[in-house]
């Protein structure tokens, strides 16, 4: 059977702080399988771990333990300036992307794609007025049609921005604290309490079924 | 046969991806638009396109010649000019004298910045109807510097024109103007449509939509849409946004 497009497996990243007595500020923890395309949603409160999981998935940040792998390829092990031709995280525009490299290139894999095959969106910049929601979502739809695996990770303030990921994500995931839980369709991610709690006013009508 | 394509054109700054694999395919004749969010890429892309920028990849071409990796210079030659979104314009000189600086005819002559610039004869009369076409006529002895904003971005679209270009590129053009100005500058715009092929890039949906024979959408290096503006007008999304509203 051919290698899941996506395979994280026991990834942890722990945070800590102190020389001596070594205290634990943060840890995250995932385990999540995408076999095939498809656009999965992430969501979750800010500080929670989502750009941390994209950060692991990308191979922009090294984990404390646990595998990703793309295609069959552990991304910490494919050539620096390669990884993004795996996965490639699309920053909030504020954000500055910088690799730790702790080992040489020729140690390491090439990556063997031009384009990549897992695109990662972290809080797109949605808005109603402007009408590039629509472009964005028809986006998402190509790639996922041409195979890949779409991300989007968002942090709803609006209602319209739980719509949207109801109309075009078909999986979702859910970080809350560093923990990382998935949901096969919206339907049992808005029943889960600790998600009602999180959307708050933002749960739509059809979750109170 | 496209006017102008890129094929797969491809760029990287450092670990970023700016530009990946950028298929643009503009007509003879037509208005082609190319929008996006800020920090999309957009200007990048023109960037590459009019030679500033040699792409990692893929190729550009121009009425089927392969002009990838063409110095600026070389590009304009064959007959691209493009306007920025920074204007840049001499301002001390009057708006009749930055059109003539341009003309092809007194570049090939040569000129120097001192001696003032012949205001009468043949190539005045061209420079002048180059101002008048672009809405400037009665302003050719005002400094460019003393024009008002709008008039000033007029005269850049003037100055490119000069050359006078099988394609012109204008980036951002309604970037500063008001309400009013852009809506004079979409007229002009309009009226250059019959003898010229022109690319705007431009964040104001609006403006293209109303001008714009297809238009490609570019966000995060990428096109991520493409269509006439009534295809991309139906987009749901786009119809609940304010470019949905008549």
């Known amino acids: 059977m051919a290698a899941p497009i996506l395979d994280i497996r026991g990834l942890v990243k722990s945070y800590t702080q102190g020389l001596l007595h070594r205290r634990e500020t943060f840890r995250l923890e995932a385990d999540l399988s995408f076999p095939t395309s498809a656009i999965v949603g992430v969501m979750g409160p800010n500080g929670s771990g989502k750009t941390t999981l994209f950060e692991l998935i990308t191979g922009s940040n090294m984990p404390s333990a646990g595998t990703v792998r793309v295609l069959g390829r552990d991304i910490h092990n494919v050539k620096y300036t390669e990884r993004d031709r795996l996965a490639i995280h699309y920053h909030q525009s504020y954000q500055v992307r910088r690799f730790r490299r702790t080992r040489p290139s020729f140690l390491m894999q090439p990556a063997g794609l031009d384009y990549p095959v897992v695109h990662l969106f972290d809080e797109p910049q949605f808005n109603t007025q402007d009408g590039y929601i629509g472009f964005m979502l028809d986006f998402f739809r190509r790639l996922r049609s041409e195979g890949r695996l779409v991300l989007v990770c968002l942090h709803p303030n609006e209602p319209y921005h739980v719509e949207l990921m109801e109309e075009v994500c078909e999986r979702f995931v859910f970080v809350l604290a560093g923990r990382v839980r998935e949901y096969p369709d919206f339907r049992s991610l808005v029943e889960a309490a600790d998600v009602r709690a999180y959307l708050g006013r933002l749960v739509p009508n059809g979750g109170a079924r | ?246």
Request: aromatic share 6%.
């Open chain 2, 1 to 246: 046969m496209a006017l102008f394509e890129a094929r797969g054109v491809h760029k990287r700054f450092g670990h970023q991806v700016v530009l990946e694999n950028i298929d643009l395919s503009f007509e003879s004749g037509r208005l082609s638009g190319i929008m996006g969010p800020n920090g999309a890429g957009k200007t990048t892309c023109f960037n590459v396109l009019t030679g500033r920028y040699k792409p990692d990849r893929g190729r550009v071409l121009f009425d089927g010649e392969d002009i990838t990796g063409l110095s600026p210079n070389a590009i304009a030659c064959r007959g691209i000019a493009r306007s920025f979104q920074t204007i840049s314009l001499f301002d001390e000189y009057s708006a009749l004298e930055n059109v003539l600086i341009a003309l092809p005819e007194v570049r090939e002559r040569g000129f120097n910045m001192i001696e003032p610039l012949s205001g009468d004869g043949a190539d005045a009369d061209r420079a002048a109807a180059v101002l008048a076409r672009v809405g400037l006529a009665g302003r050719e002895r005002r400094r460019a510097g003393d024009l008002a904003y709008g008039e000033r971005r007029a005269l850049e679209i003037g100055v490119a024109l000069a050359a006078a270009p099988r394609l012109l590129f204008l980036d951002e053009p309604t970037s500063g103007l008001g309400v009013e100005a852009t809506a004079r500058l979409s007229e002009m715009v309009r009226e250059l449509k019959h003898d010229y092929s022109i690319v705007v890039i431009e964040h104001d949906m609006q403006f293209l939509f109303g001008l714009a024979d297809a238009i490609s959408v570019i966000h995060w290096g990428q096109v991520i849409a493409r269509g006439t503006p009534d295809e991309l007008r139906e987009n749901k999304w786009v119809q609940r946004s304010n470019l949905g509203r008549p």
